[in-house]
């Protein structure tokens, strides 16, 4: 098994550009979320889904969309890219929300000039 | 709200010392609390975790943290470090009746040196 895997793992985008990181799990798990990491921040919820189809905001959603077409991929896309989304995006599944194990994906890490 | 705080940013020690992480959380009836650990330019993986039961839970690489209910805490302790524990240390806690999932405190980095 590959776990969770994102890419691209590096990415310079210009303001007011727009990308999709993405995320694939092959572990079958219903689960999955996005998070960014800042320094001393720790890690911030950004949007989750608890199956295909079904997504939800997390603690900060905004300039950011997913969708969840199949249970494998969960891609996160920046609509116009700002100075301030400038940061480390994990992907994570897990077989369900609450008290189950998360795996994390290697990371993204994303500049924003 | 859910919160977690992590008391300490930082934690230097000197190799084969004991270590201990600090993590509070808000009151809940009912939370599970989890560490994570983040070696250098890499994701996060899981060390341990309370569900339920006995409040002492041990992890992998010789952690282990103790689950204490009164004072909402849940500090990780390891009795004697190693170079390569050195890395950063997240708590974090999930609460099913507030539907909130896996809030995480802002980390602490812990540097073992020789």
């Known amino acids: 098994n590959a776990g969770v895997t994102q890419t691209p793992k590096f990415q310079v985008l210009k303001t007011g550009q727009s990308m999709t990181l993405q995320c694939a799990q092959d572990?079958?798990?219903?689960?999955m979320s996005w998070y960014r990491q800042d320094p001393g921040m720790g890690l911030r919820l950004i949007h989750y889904?608890?199956?295909?189809?079904?997504?939800d905001q997390g603690e900060v959603p905004n300039g950011y969309n997913v969708s969840r077409s199949t249970t494998e991929d969960f891609p996160l896309r920046l609509l116009s890219a700002a100075p301030s989304q400038t940061s480390v995006y994990f992907c994570?599944?897990?077989?369900?929300?609450?008290?189950?194990?998360?795996?994390f994906g290697p990371g993204t890490r994303l500049l924003v000039l | 709200a859910q919160s977690v705080t992590q008391l300490d940013s930082q934690v230097p020690v000197f190799e084969e010392a004991p270590v201990e992480l600090r993590c509070n959380y808000s009151?809940?009836?009912?939370?599970?609390l989890f560490w994570y650990v983040q070696y250098p330019n890499q994701g996060l993986q899981l060390l341990l975790k309370?569900?339920?039961?006995?409040?002492l839970v041990k992890g992998i690489n010789g952690f282990e943290a103790e689950f204490n209910k009164s004072q909402t805490s849940f500090h990780l302790r390891k009795p004697s470090v190693h170079i390569s524990d050195t890395a950063e240390y997240f708590c974090?806690?999930?609460?099913?009746?507030?539907?909130?999932?896996?809030?995480f405190g802002k980390g602490t980095t812990l540097s073992v040196s020789s």
């Open positions: 994570a599944s897990s077989r369900g929300r609450y008290q189950e194990t998360q795996y």
């Open positions: 572990m079958n798990h219903e689960y």
């Open positions: 889904s608890v199956g295909a189809g079904i997504t």
């Open positions: 009151s809940s009836v009912s939370v599970y």
């Open positions: 309370y569900l339920s039961g006995s409040t």
């Open positions: 974090a806690v999930s609460d099913r009746q507030a539907g909130t999932a896996l809030i």
